[in-house]
């Protein structure tokens, strides 16, 4: 649905108020006219009778006296109101053409005229019992005219009674239906100016109800929404980006310094094992020479471990190494704590040929080999077994690090995967470096990594990474 902005919502409340209001007044100017054609017909109608019966009365008069006296000054009086009242008589026909009611007067006034006039001629011409005669009719016909008119006028007076009680019942109902249109239309009115209301204060509010928390520092609100006005939509929509752009920033701003922290502390673990670096490598040099010239071969094995492995663990930890390094670490710190523990351990390495020169941050492999030897075979009192495995899917590159030791519940497995928590303590690994530091790293290199472990009280634990293939191209971050 399209969101309409507010001028044009108030304009059509006006359009929808404007069109109500020229209804009731339509409607009323209809009734009036209504009314006032009523009454003028009947005032019209009333005139015509009386009108004709004066002008009858008038005539009969005249004639009468032309009767009774025929000379030319009765005569011209006479003949000129009866050509006037034969016009008029022509107009009134024409007016009452479609009135039944009055169809007996008409014929009555045109005998009464025809008989005026032959009665004027008679007078000129026939005999005084002729003439006589057609006056008597005359007078006749007057008097059926002013029964007729009679009878007309207490008709009219009646009728105009009846629809005067019948407009006053029908103004009483239109009144009624006015004042009912009128509530209606306030009640219309007050819904349309709450609903308007509505959809601007309600988005308004949730929009400062949200800016007041954003500036508390709340940034996980939930968002505005504008409704259906355009302008609010707009509001709602560039406050909710904003909010987004924010929480995003601060988000990132969290990684960064937990990453910032992470390399400080491997820094600072770094700097603790970097004692005199070249005088300990030189040590060890001379020792592994000696002990080589003294033929105590294996004691020359464990110090060119140490010292290799050493050598690794103190390098740059800000840029990539690869698997095939980090897995000849892990082969040398093994060599190590197969020299301390002898039988009670094994370890194995499946490693795809195609996954040696991958990138991969230092120190990935070495702390979740020591975790799992520290806290999973230490602990078993039978034969352990740690397997480091690294192949190739497609795309990615999967390592998994398998143990027989004695594994942990899901709680642990939960804080461990749990990116809220804390750094575990690392206490006892030889590079100062946990679990969490290595997922945490790997999520800043790789930010579609997956991490998963797997584990069970007394039936070990199966570490998986799943990381995309690169190759060795220099630092990656």
């Known amino acids: 649905m399209k969101k309409l902005s507010v001028k044009r919502q108030l304009l059509l409340y006006f359009v929808i108020t404007l069109s109500f209001a020229l209804g009731v007044i339509y409607i009323q100017y209809r009734s009036y006219q209504y009314s006032t054609k009523l009454q003028q017909d009947q005032t019209e109608k009333t005139n015509d009778l009386n009108t004709i019966n004066q002008q009858t009365q008038t005539i009969l008069q005249q004639l009468e006296q032309y009767v009774e006296e025929p000379v030319e000054d009765n005569h011209e009086p006479l003949a000129t109101n009866l050509d006037a009242f034969e016009v008029y008589i ?93 509530l209606l239309g306030i009640v219309v009115t007050l819904f349309v100016a709450l609903n308007v209301s509505r959809r601007i204060t309600v988005p308004l509010d949730a929009l400062t109800t949200s800016a007041e928390a954003l500036a508390e520092g709340d940034y996980y609100i939930n968002d505005v929404d504008g409704c259906h006005t355009k302008e609010l939509s707009v509001l709602a929509d560039s406050f909710n980006l904003m909010r987004y752009n924010i929480t995003e920033a601060m988000r990132e701003m969290k990684e960064k310094a937990l990453m910032r922290e992470l390399l400080r502390e491997m820094k600072l673990k770094s700097l603790q094992n970097q004692i005199q670096p070249h ?110 495995k690294v192949s190739r899917e497609k795309k990615t590159m999967v390592i998994e690090v398998i143990d027989n030791g004695i594994g942990m519940d899901q709680v642990k497995v939960k804080r461990l995967l749990d990116t809220t928590q804390p750094i575990v303590d690392t206490k006892g690994h030889s590079t100062g470096l946990g679990m969490t530091n290595v997922k945490e790293r790997l999520r800043h290199y790789y930010s579609d990594m997956r991490f998963d472990i797997q584990s069970k009280l007394n039936q070990g634990t199966h570490i998986k990474i799943i990381l995309p293939m690169t190759r060795m191209e220099g630092d990656k971050r």
């Open 90 to 182: 022509g107009q009134f026909n024409q007016r009452a053409r479609d009135a039944i009611d009055v169809i007996p007067l008409r014929q009555y006034v045109s005998n009464m005229i025809r008989l005026t006039r032959q009665t004027i001629i008679h007078v000129d011409q026939a005999p005084v019992d002729i003439y006589n005669q057609t006056f008597r009719e005359v007078e006749q016909r007057v008097q059926y005219i002013e029964e007729e008119i009679f009878r007309l006028l207490d008709k009219t007076i009646t009728q105009h009674q009846t629809l005067a009680e019948l407009e006053a019942r029908r103004l009483e109902k239109f009144n009624t239906l006015v004042l009912t249109l009128v």
């Open 279 to 388: 005088f300990l490598f030189n040590t060890l040099n001379v020792i592994s020479r000696t002990a080589y010239l003294e033929e105590a071969k294996e004691t020359d094995q464990l110090i060119h471990a140490l010292s290799g492995l050493l050598r690794h663990n103190i390098g740059e930890l800000d840029h990539l190494t690869t698997i095939e390094a980090e897995v000849a670490s892990v082969r040398k710190y093994f060599q190590i704590q197969a020299a301390r523990f002898g039988q009670r351990f094994s370890f194995q390495t499946f490693i795809d040929e195609n996954c040696l020169d991958s990138n991969i941050p230092p120190l990935t492999l070495q702390p979740l080999v020591e975790n799992a030897f520290i806290h999973g075979i230490e602990p078993l009192d039978e034969q352990g077994v740690i397997i480091v």
